[in-house]
C-alpha cells in the first residue's frame, strides 16, 4: 500500500515547485499561484520549459542506462506530478519486474499518486508522501523497507530537487540516503548552476525566492561535492542536454516522447549519475 492517508490539503494557495514543473511541462494541475510564480521565472528565464523537457529527457536517458546495467529498483525524491513518460515506466519498459518507490512533499502528488501506482504485473510501484529533508523518515517507510531490498543495488534519483535545501545541510541529506544503499548503487541528478549563464539562473533563484521557494543554485565544486565518494559515469558532470553514456548526442526518441514547440534553452544545470563503490 501506499504510505499515505486521508484527504490531501492541496494549499493551493501557495505555489510549490512540483506544480510549476508540471506547468513548465504543459500540465493542468496546478493553480493561480504557481502560475503567478512561473510567469516570475519565465522572465528571467524564457526558454524555462525547454529546461523541464531537458530535464525530463535526461531522466529516461539515465533510467534506460541504468537498467540496461541491471539495476531493478529505484527510489525517485522529489517525484512531481504524473507527467509521462515516468520513471516506472521508462524501467519497467526495459525491466518489466522493476521495483519503484515514489517520494514527493506536495499533496497533489498524494492525490494523483494511483496513477503513479500503474506498473507491469511483474513489477512494483509504491508512493511515500515525505520530504527530502526528513531522509530518516523516507528510508524508514514501510513502502520503502517493503518494496526495495537494500542487499541489492539501488538508483537514487533526485532530479531538479537538491537546489531547494539551501546550505551544507543537503550533503548530509543526500550521504543519509545513499548510506544503506549497497555498492553498486547509483546516485542521479540534475542540479540548477550559474555556472554557464550566472545572470539568468540568479534571476531564476530571485524568482523562485520571491514565491515562497527557497532555492541555491550550485557551481560546478558544489555539485562534484555530492559525488566525491562515487565513481561517476561517463561522461560525468555536464550540462544536462549534454549527458548521453553514449557519449554523444543524437536526436534520440526519448527528446520526442516529450512535449515540443520551444526551443533548446542555454545550460541551466548539471547532470550525473554515479555508482556507489
Known sequence: MADHKGSADLRQDRAHSARIYDYFLGGKDNYPADREAAAKIEQAIPSVRGVARDNRAFMVRAVRHLSELGVRQFLDIGTGIPTEPNLHQVAQETTPDARVVYVDN???????????????????????????????????????????????????????????????????????????????????????????????????????????????????????????????????????????PEGAQSPAAEVAELPTGAPRPPAAGYAAVGRKK
Open 106 to 244: 506536495d499533496p497533489i502528488v498524494l492525490a494523483h499518486a494511483r496513477a503513479l501506482l500503474v506498473g507491469t504485473p511483474d513489477g512494483v510501484t509504491q508512493y511515500v508522501q515525505s520530504d527530502l529533508t526528513a531522509p530518516d523518515r523516507i528510508l524508514s517507510a514501510a513502502a520503502v523497507r517493503e518494496t526495495l531490498d537494500f542487499d541489492r543495488p539501488v538508483a537514487l534519483s533526485l532530479i531538479a530537487l537538491c537546489h531547494f535545501v539551501p546550505g551544507d545541510r543537503i550533503y548530509d541529506i543526500v550521504d543519509t540516503l545513499l548510506a544503506p544503499l549497497p555498492s553498486g548503487s547509483y546516485l542521479v541528478m540534475t542540479h540548477l548552476t550559474t555556472d554557464f549563464d550566472p545572470a539568468m539562473v540568479q534571476g531564476t533563484v530571485q524568482a523562485y525566492r520571491q514565491s515562497g521557494i527557497d532555492m541555491e543554485a550550485r557551481d560546478y565544486d558544489g555539485v562534484s561535492r555530492f559525488f566525491r565518494d562515487l565513481e561517476l559515469l561517463d561522461p560525468g558532470i555536464v550540462a544536462i542536454e549534454n549527458w548521453y
